[in-house]
């Protein structure tokens, strides 16, 4: 069968009349790429309301990490469903919620003993971060990235430093939080170049930071995404991490990883940090764990976890639908080798994206791992002029002609669609793309 099949030109009367309804009743807080409205999905693909079938490339923003409708991921959920909802484990205690730390202890990038805490969201899973980092440090601040996005509540908002209207109006955030630069190797901050500037960013922050005003002995934590995701699908330079953590432990400062978007496979690792053989103190998981139904975790090496009963719980965190989930999407992964298509299709992907880059004057850079890859978007190559207005125009015409596509940054069209995803439909997306990229190029 193929796909992508466009009955009706995006948005059609149904959604229309949807969105229409969302206007009157919802929060206008919430920011859409484009008015698709689903009505169903299976596989790779999403039915729109209209009847339009378009082939998935964000997953749900990254979320629906083993497609749509998986049948193991179904049976799972329907049979916990079968014999209980909810049983809060703030209080009490049931199976596989414990089974599911174990299993998670398994593959979490650290070695030794591990703890898990659940939430319902990577933003609640971040904020566990800060409060067991203050907790087991006794430290009060932190360090995080510019571009980086770690979430909405006002602890994660306070570390996200992504797009000002994230933050706008919500000061005084909270105190303490230093932002330095990402290793952004294409835009590099200091105007060096990669091969030969030595982590010039790892060491402004020992010159700078610690040694100008920041007492390095009161950092609870520096947390970094292994690739940044709402930043622009950055992706750091193979020396960065292994000098960073140097520095971090020559002060005892813990290392988290924010691994909400680039975890559970979608580098071709388990989690992306892995990639630079580097063991962090802290790794925060969402989206992708449960593949749709709400689950969070922080998870750290046990002696971290060393607070008291009280001191932090979750009434709804580890819900064992979730749990039942979350078991079902490890081992859909393991039993179907989803690392391995991440890192084939990704890496498919990434080639034929690198391909166009030659022949296409407004691609700038291609970068990614696995299936977790991004394409700057830029006016002028030697310039290097962001593109943002036309990044958008893009990304509306692949919708418009069955692609779901979103964009990330200002500036970078992000491929991320669900670790089942097939050769078959990898190319006409792909085709999709470079016809919408030529057409702004025309224009």
């Known amino acids: 069968m193929t796909y992508p099949k466009i009955k009706v030109t995006p948005p059609g009367p149904k959604a229309k009349a949807i969105v229409d309804r969302d206007a ?4 206008p807080s919430f920011g859409r790429a484009y008015p698709l ?3 169903s999905a299976e596989g790779n693909i999403v039915r729109d309301v209209d009847g339009n079938e378009f082939i998935d490339m964000n997953a749900g923003l990254a979320v629906c990490s083993v497609g749509h409708g998986h049948p193991k991921l179904k049976e799972a959920i329907k049979d916990q469903v079968d014999k209980f909802i909810h049983y809060s484990y703030t209080d009490f205690y049931y199976d596989n919620y414990v089974e599911l730390g174990e ?7 650290m070695g030794g003993d591990k703890k898990v805490f659940y939430g319902n969201s990577g933003a609640e899973a971040i904020e566990a971060a800060m409060k067991v980092s203050r907790w087991h440090t006794g430290r009060q601040g932190y360090i995080a990235y510019i571009g980086s996005f770690h979430g909405r509540t006002l602890g994660a908002v306070s570390l996200t430093a992504s797009k000002p209207y994230q933050r706008r109006r919500f000061a005084p955030l909270i105190p303490g939080v230093e932002h330095v630069f990402y290793p952004y190797c294409y835009r590099c901050p200091f105007n060096l170049d990669c091969d030969s500037c030595d982590m ?6 020992d010159d700078h930071l610690f040694h100008k005003y920041v007492p390095p002995e009161e950092v609870a934590m520096l947390i970094a995404e292994p690739i940044q995701g709402e930043g622009g699908y950055v992706v750091p330079p193979d020396a960065y991490f292994p000098k960073l953590k140097k520095l971090l432990d ?13 975890g559970v496979g979608r580098t071709g690792k388990w989690f992306a940090i892995e990639h630079w053989g580097v063991e962090p103190d ?3 998981v969402a989206k992708g764990i449960a593949a749709g139904m709400p689950l969070g975790v922080m998870a750290s090496k046990a002696e971290i976890q060393d607070w008291t009963p009280g001191s932090h719980a979750s009434t709804f965190g580890g819900n064992p639908v979730s749990c039942a989930a979350a078991l079902s999407v490890l081992d859909i992964i393991k039993t179907e080798d989803l690392l391995k298509n991440a890192e084939v299709e990704g890496g498919y992907i990434k080639k034929r994206l690198e391909e166009m880059m030659e022949v296409h004057p407004m691609i700038g850079d291609v970068r990614g791992k696995g299936l977790m890859v991004g394409v700057e978007v830029v006016k002028d190559k030697d310039s290097k002029e962001v593109a943002s207005k036309e990044t958008e125009e893009i990304m509306m015409d692949c919708f418009r002609n069955g ?3 979103v964009n990330c940054g200002v500036n970078v069209i992000r491929w991320m669609p669900p670790l089942t995803i097939t050769r078959d439909l990898i190319d ?11 057409k702004i190029e025309a224009a």
Do not use: R
């Open 282 to 284: 802290i790794v925060c």
């Open 428 to 438: 006409p997306s792909l085709e999709i793309f470079e016809k919408a990229l030529s």
């Open 250 to 262: 020559e002060h005892g400062i813990l290392f988290a990883v924010d691994e909400v978007q680039s």
């Open 200 to 205: 010039a960013c790892v060491d402004y922050i």
């Open 403 to 405: 692609l779901a596509i």
């Open 103 to 109: 299993e998670l202890a398994k593959i979490l990038p």
């Open 37 to 39: 409205v689903v009505e």
């Open 24 to 27: 009157a009743v919802i929060s």
